[in-house]
Nanobody, 118 residues
Framework: QVQLAASGGGLVQAGDSLRLSCAASIGTFSLSRMGWFRQAPGKEREFVAALNWSDGRTYYRDSVKGRFTISRDNAKNAVDLQMNSLKPEDTAIYYC???????????WGQGARVTVSS
């Protein structure tokens, strides 16, 4: 029943910034964590960032540490991904994900396309 709606993708130049947003419509469900995966053209889907809803702990893949920041909106079931100093290697479709129990990414959004030109 949970649905995830992502927005904020676009076409930018290397060094630019983008902010992705993801709002979760959860009904009577609750979420343990939310996060982002991405899939580049011809590549396998990979983890980008995650946030534990209970304590706010965040996790990032090494290649985005210091450049990307995941944050939550306490008033809503929503997370943002602030992406700074974007590189062509960041080009991918970014998927918002949610985990109701802390053991599996069950819910996936449609994805937001991010293209970074050099």
């Amino acid at each position: 029943q949970v649905q995830l709606a992502a927005s904020g993708g676009g076409l930018v130049q290397a060094g630019d910034s983008l902010r992705l947003s993801c709002a979760a419509s959860i009904g009577t469900f609750s979420l343990s964590r939310m996060g982002w995966f991405r899939q580049a053209p011809g590549k396998e889907r990979e983890f980008v960032a995650a946030l534990n809803w209970s304590d706010g702990r965040t996790y990032y893949r090494d290649s985005v540490k210091g450049r990307f920041t995941i944050s939550r909106d306490n008033a809503k079931n929503a997370v943002d991904l602030q992406m700074n100093s974007l590189k062509p290697e960041d080009t991918a479709i970014y998927y918002c994900v949610a985990d109701p129990y802390g053991n599996k990414w069950v819910y996936w959004g449609q994805g937001a396309r991010v293209t970074v030109s050099s």
